[in-house]
């Protein structure tokens, strides 16, 4: 297994982890310990017991919920270099949603003893946690208020700008590892509007379509699109 120090640099790409204290960036990579998932590998399930906070370093998770009939709800695809599971830090209380490797992945694991250690030694650095869990809060308000309130075309335009942008982790990038069922999923659409509008998009030049991929060509065009 790599050094979990060989991620400095790229987690620091990420706007929480880049934010934090350089002296905490490296505590936290001190405690880490690296786990490799192949492609389809649960990670933890809803109700599992609290392991610790991680961050996507390679591959890409699948974070949502399968009901007992198999339906599944997709809430977000995530990829490096995302951090997730703080829910579970502040509570204490099991895992809210099962997490699975949409690809083979590598994961940084802070374990949850560990941390809740630190802050009790640093108790300051509890704000640092509580910004990276109130940024996925907005997201989750922006959502709901996303799937109230906007036409299939703009929530899905504002989806792709989303993802593009790692969830506001990261700097924009243009192709999207993402099939357009797992659009489908996050969005509570049929496969068949969603497909709809991607096509329309791509007659209109503002993405491109293969497959398993997603490609946006015009981020200006997109963002009007999501108004």
Do not use: C
């Not at 050094?3 to 934090?20: I, K, T, V």
């Not at 496969?191 to 709809?196: H, L």
Request: proline share 5%; no cysteine; aromatic share 8%.
């Amino acid at each position: 297994m790599p050094d979990p120090r060989h991620y400095f640099g790229q987690l620091s790409q990420g706007h929480w982890f880049a934010a934090l204290p350089q002296a905490l960036r490296h505590t936290l990579l001190d405690m880490a310990q690296v786990q490799r998932l192949d492609a389809g590998q649960r990670l933890f399930r809803r109700g599992d017991k609290p392991s610790g906070l991680y961050a996507v370093v390679e591959g890409a998770m699948r974070v949502g919920a399968v009901s007992e009939t198999g339906k599944e709800a997709l809430l977000t695809l995530i990829e490096p270099p995302y951090w997730f599971g703080e829910i579970s830090l502040f509570d204490g209380l099991p895992r809210t949603h099962d997490a699975f490797a949409d690809s083979a992945s590598t994961l940084l694991l802070l374990p949850q003893a560990g941390l809740l250690a630190l802050l009790e030694r640093e108790p300051q650095h509890w704000r640092d946690f509580a910004l990276l869990m109130s940024h996925k809060l907005r997201l989750a308000f922006i959502a709901l208020e996303d799937m109230s309130l906007l036409p299939a075309a703009p929530r899905l335009a504002r989806r792709l700008l989303l993802i593009a942008e790692n969830y506001g982790e990261s700097e924009p990038r243009r192709v999207l590892q993402l099939a357009q069922e797992q659009l489908a999923l996050m969005l509570s659409l049929s496969r068949q509007t969603t497909n709809q509008i991607l096509k329309e998009l791509q007659a209109q030049g503002v993405v491109q379509l293969t497959y398993g991929e997603i490609e946006i060509l015009d981020f200006a065009h997109l963002r009007r699109l999501a108004t």
